[in-house]
């Protein structure tokens, strides 16, 4: 004991001692990096933030904090007159139903794709998540005509199966990739107890995909939420207006008055609970985006 006990002293003594590295600066490099891009991302927010706390007199102001904190436009959004109340209500419908109508089409066409063989299945991925690139500009004038010929416009569905074609072909591409990852061992066990191929995929499948499903949920639902062009085109009765729409036709009190601190106080109306969500559920968020990329 006492032989082994001085062996390690020695051996402690004669082992050259680790130095530590002196810091350079070229360490905080991307820290500085990091600092550099979370203030430009969250500048434009904070700035929202802080005009919607300005009194409508200092909305111009450039002060990094209002000189007197006020909820006056805050007010004016509520306003009965001003009819945000009804917005938020169709957007929450047309969000809602667009979440919910493509986290279902997209499970089943991810679902095939992720485990039917057929010749051409990467081509049609590939065809799917192409036609994510196609500007919605360029779609508003033959929906608007469609829309108009089934007497669909000022109507939910006029803003919900337009929102639904665009967010569909990143969901189904999300969705394929995770549901790649799952092993088919796990459906083939659960119909040798019993279950039918339907079975397997909604007693087994989903609720193991649902990192997966629950991300591209938030995903397709913050698309739906601040979806703009669409909803400007195909309503123009001021109770379908999403809150989008609404905030941009904010009039001022006068004539050519811009209601800038209004506008600030709608916008961080709309976008705090999305913010507060995502924070909330930022870990499964990353799960499922994680999981589905990594083979």
Not at 36 to 56: D, E, N, Q
Not at 120 to 131: D, E, F, M, P, R
Not at 189 to 195: H, L
Request: net charge positive; aromatic share 10%.
């Amino acid at each position: 004991m006492t032989a082994a006990t001085t062996t390690r002293t020695h051996a402690t003594e004669t082992a050259p001692a680790k130095r530590r590295r002196p810091r350079q600066w070229s360490d905080a490099l991307p820290m500085v990096g990091l600092v550099v891009i979370v203030g430009y991302c969250l500048a434009p927010f904070y700035w929202m933030v802080v005009t919607a706390f300005r009194r409508p007199e200092d909305q111009f102001d450039n002060t990094l904090l209002p000189r007197v904190w006020s909820l006056e436009n805050f007010a004016a959004v509520f306003d009965p007159s001003v009819g945000f109340h009804r917005a938020l209500l169709n957007s929450v419908v047309v969000a809602t139903t667009t979440t919910v109508l493509t986290l279902i089409v997209a499970s089943l066409t991810a679902y095939a794709l992720a485990r039917l063989e057929f010749r051409g299945k990467n081509v049609v991925l590939g065809l799917v998540i192409a036609t994510s690139m196609f500007p919605g500009i360029s779609l508003i004038v033959p929906l608007l005509k469609l829309f108009s010929s089934f007497g669909w416009i000022n109507t939910y569905q006029a803003m919900v199966l337009p929102s639904l074609s665009f967010a569909l072909p990143l969901a189904v591409w999300n969705l394929t990739m995770f549901f790649r990852q799952m092993p088919v061992e796990l459906e083939q066990a659960a119909m040798v107890d019993g279950c039918t191929p339907a079975q397997a995929f909604r007693k087994v499948i989903v609720p193991l995909a649902a990192p997966g499903v629950f991300t591209t949920a938030i995903l397709t639902f913050i698309v739906a939420w601040n979806e703009f062009i669409i909803a400007l085109s195909m309503v123009n009765k001021e109770s379908m207006q999403t809150v989008t729409v609404a905030i941009s036709k904010f009039t001022g009190a006068q004539g050519f008055e811009q209601p800038f601190g209004t506008q600030m106080a709608a916008g961080v109306v709309v976008t705090v609970p999305l913010v507060l969500a995502v924070l909330v559920f930022q870990r499964r968020i990353i799960a499922g985006l994680t999981t589905g990329g990594v083979k």
